[in-house]
């Protein structure tokens, strides 16, 4: 069994193929390993478009995808020659994620931030993958920031603000427990607010975060309603697709029922295995697998953008974060 992982080794949907696929092995009959095989490259657009050009539907090899992978796709770039809504899920995973500060930056609070404006600088990797949703986040409390993307990886914008050489930073609820917490307790880091969690179709606190506000509550608290407009049913349209459904395992077009059933029996076996929910909460966040079977529709609408919400993200970006998307 194949897996394409179309990102460099090391990181973090690479580091999740890695865990959980020996654990898929053992819940498949007949399977006995999974190699896996990195194709890095366009923010995993390479490795995606030559996935998907292959039309490999057998199951023998299937793809890692990952939020920035749907992030890129959502914007229509004019490198993307993949289409999530003909493809088939198989096995997905949600995964939370936090804004903190650097609290020598002065920003304690949400206030502060706004007040702070665009003397306030977040660091990221790019601002056509996942540090889109936490910079439309801001935009959606009213604030602008200075960003600085161009960083290798999460790791290494998290030193960089440790060092303060930027004030804020957007983790994985993963990462926020085992190296933020710890500074938050030290008093060098303060938590501004999460994207939460999806539950029966409502936004509510992330369950590996549960003492730090969402977006929405940190909206209704400064400004006394629930956040709408353009910029909200933007930022909503991509924290979707960049979080709560952000790692999968997906095949091609023509992927049998026999193969999506099999997928949805490991899901539901591991699902139940208390050891291994155990051993998966670094990689997982705590977050329970979700089947692609039953759950193909909600995963499609996620994974699509109105052409309005499309509009907007792709003049923010580019106004106001300077990004080159084509």
């Not at 938590?191 to 977006?215: N, S």
């Not at 979700?290 to 907007?312: C, F, H, W």
Request: with cysteine; glycine share 12%.
């Amino acid at each position: 069994m194949d897996v394409v992982v179309p990102y460099a080794s090391g990181g973090g949907a690479d580091n999740w193929a890695r865990f959980i696929s020996p654990y898929f092995a053992k819940a498949i009959e007949g399977i006995h390993r999974f190699q896996i095989e990195n194709v890095p490259g366009g923010e995993s657009v390479t490795g995606t478009n030559a996935y998907v050009a292959d039309g490999n539907s057998s199951g023998q090899q299937i793809l890692v995808a990952s939020g920035t992978t749907y992030i890129n796709g959502l914007l229509d770039r004019e490198n993307v020659e993949f289409d999530f809504s003909s493809m088939v899920p198989l096995a997905l995973s949600g995964m939370g994620s936090a804004l903190c500060a650097n609290r020598k930056s002065g920003i304690r609070s949400v206030e502060d931030l706004l007040n702070k404006g665009r003397e306030a600088t977040f660091g990221g990797i790019s601002a056509s993958g996942l540090d889109l949703v936490p910079v439309l986040a801001i935009k959606v409390l009213g604030g602008s920031v200075n960003s600085v993307f161009g960083f290798e990886g999460s790791g290494e914008v998290r030193l960089a603000r440790e060092r303060g050489e930027i004030d804020l930073d957007f983790q994985s609820a993963s990462t926020y427990i085992s190296q933020i917490e710890p500074l938050i307790e030290e008093g060098e880091a303060v938590p501004l607010f999460t994207v939460g969690m999806l539950e029966d179709g409502e936004v509510g606190r992330d369950p590996a975060i549960p003492d730090v506000p969402t977006l929405e509550e940190v909206y209704r608290d400064i400004h006394g309603r629930d956040p709408s407009g353009p910029a909200y049913e933007a930022y909503h349209s991509f924290v979707n697709a960049g979080f709560f459904y952000q790692r999968a395992f997906w095949s091609n077009h023509g992927t049998s029922d026999e193969v999506v059933d099999t997928y949805a029996l490991a899901v539901e076996a591991l699902n139940s295995n208390e050891e291994f929910l155990e051993e998966a909460k670094g990689a997982l966040g705590g977050y329970k697998l979700m089947p692609g079977k039953g759950n193909v529709e909600q995963i499609r609408d996620a994974l699509t953008i109105s052409s309005e919400n499309l509009a907007y993200v792709r003049n923010f970006l580019i106004q106001e974060h300077d990004a080159v998307l084509d």
